[in-house]
């Protein structure tokens, strides 16, 4: 059998990650390698930040996906080339901002620290916010407060 890039990839949206479930890790751009082969497929995962916690959950999950097309299958976790925000598809945008989290502004090359002040509210969309703490639950994410719907919000830091 012969696989399909594309088709892997739509497969592989069907795992989300563990610790934003409206949100897929295709959308999030932790696939970072498909490599179809006559009888087997290769998958390259770069995850968010090294020591990510949720890293083997997310394995288990493309494994489980990949075990059923095929019983000839890797799976690499790599670091060579560090994941960034910018890898965040326009569809994980939105899952992100559904799920209560303000998503990461993209840019160009340069990563100005000015950007993490300028967060939109995910539920009133106000630029009226600020931000409380660089630190939030996981490493991925910065505590805001929003001054116009009074609610306080996680963004998902541009990295």
């Given at each position: 059998?012969?696989?399909i890039?594309?088709?892997?990839l739509?497969?592989?949206?069907?795992?989300?990650?563990?610790?934003i479930?409206?949100?897929?890790?295709?959308?999030?751009?932790?696939?970072?390698?498909?490599?179809?082969?006559?009888?087997?497929?290769?998958?390259?995962?770069?995850p968010?930040?090294?020591?990510?916690?949720?890293i083997?959950?997310?394995k288990?999950?493309?494994?489980?996906?990949?075990s059923?097309l095929t019983?000839?299958?890797?799976?690499?976790?790599?670091?060579?080339?560090?994941?960034?925000?910018?890898r965040?598809?326009?569809?994980?945008?939105?899952?992100l901002?559904?799920?209560?989290?303000a998503?990461?502004?993209?840019y160009?090359?340069?990563?100005?620290?000015?950007?993490?002040h300028?967060?939109?509210?995910?539920?009133?969309?106000?630029?009226?916010?600020?931000?409380?703490?660089?630190?939030?639950?996981?490493?991925?994410?910065?505590?805001?407060?929003?001054?116009?719907?009074?609610?306080?919000f996680?963004?998902?830091?541009p990295?």
């Amino acid at each position: 059998m012969t696989f399909i890039k594309e088709d892997i990839l739509k497969a592989l949206e069907q795992v989300s990650d563990p610790e934003i479930p409206t949100v897929s890790i295709v959308d999030l751009g932790i696939i970072t390698g498909v490599q179809c082969h006559a009888d087997s497929i290769a998958i390259t995962m770069t995850p968010t930040f090294v020591g990510c916690p949720a890293i083997d959950v997310m394995k288990q999950g493309v494994a489980e996906v990949l075990s059923q097309l095929t019983s000839s299958y890797s799976i690499d976790v790599n670091y060579d080339i560090p994941w960034d925000s910018n890898r965040i598809s326009e569809k994980g945008r939105q899952a992100l901002k559904t799920f209560g989290l303000a998503p990461p502004p993209t840019y160009d090359l340069v990563l100005d620290l000015e950007i993490l002040h300028k967060v939109s509210c995910p539920y009133c969309n106000s630029a009226n916010t600020e931000m409380q703490t660089p630190f939030g639950p996981t490493l991925c994410r910065s505590i805001h407060y929003c001054h116009s719907c009074l609610q306080a919000f996680e963004q998902f830091k541009p990295v």
